[in-house]
């Protein structure tokens, strides 16, 4: 599929991700059309890999791999390959991207960590006021390729930008925002662990933190718990002194933009599909 973006070094640097065999689709917010019986604004939209474009491209860079001469140690240089996981858009991104579009504070900077394609980035972007920032974050270099190409290709590089970040370091330092989001970040237990940490650190800071997980996601459990033990240590913030923090199906009770704290039970089958 050919990327129609603007010819500027981002744009380039898709290009390149293309040629060297990750084919790019656009993936919309909201179904075509459908903003033409709304209010809203024409759907934003984020690049994600083509599913059978990664696999291929991590066949390819095996063989490529086994080919090539050893390095100095007598070892073949590893193929560096886009994580099948970073490149998608998962049912929890989405929910997050209608969270923020409708409970976010405008002037909130936003930073997404473990953001993928960062279809809530872009959604975030979007309905900024002046003056607020976005920062999508991820541990993938190639996802935040995907960022900055679609990013540039909508007007939103100015607003939007990206940054490596690893959830499991407690040596990375926290990016400036005024509300942290996580959506199905919880892939291993080492990054629930890390998830948690870091959940505190912007909560010592004063901040706000979204997480959004679907029930069937094994490892959130390990960061509801991990959390809770570490907010019971941390006299920094708890809710209340008697209660943990849960994951909640339905937030319609909870005054979104004072809670500083709030765990998104996802229902995979109420989330839009485009």
Known sequence: ??????????????????????????????????????????????????????????????????????????????????????????????????????????????????CGPALPSIVAATTRSKGARVIATDYEEFALQLVDAAATEQGLDSIISTQIHDLTSDDDALPEADCYVLSDVFECAAVAYGAARQTVRALNLGKRVWVFAQSDRAQREVYKKHINKLLQLDNVYR????????????????????????????????????
């Open 1 to 114: 599929m050919e990327i129609s973006c603007p010819r500027s070094a981002v744009a380039e640097l898709a290009a390149m991700a293309l040629i060297s065999g990750v084919s790019v689709h656009k993936t919309p917010l909201r179904r075509p059309g459908a903003s033409a019986t709304s209010t809203l604004p024409p759907s934003p939209w984020c690049y994600s890999a083509d599913a059978f474009s990664v696999s291929d491209f991590d066949d390819r860079q095996c063989e490529s791999s086994s080919s090539s001469s050893s390095d100095t140690s007598g070892r073949h240089a590893p193929a560096v390959s886009p994580n099948f996981l970073a490149t998608q858009v998962w049912p929890s991104a989405r929910s997050a991207a209608v969270t923020i579009e409708r409970y976010s504070d405008p002037a909130w900077s936003i930073c997404e960590f473990g």
């Open 239 to 274: 809710p209340e002194m008697d209660r943990e923090v849960q994951w909640q199906s339905d937030v319609s009770g909870i005054d979104m933009r004072q809670e500083r704290l709030v765990l998104f039970d996802v229902d995979e089958t109420k989330v839009e599909y485009c």
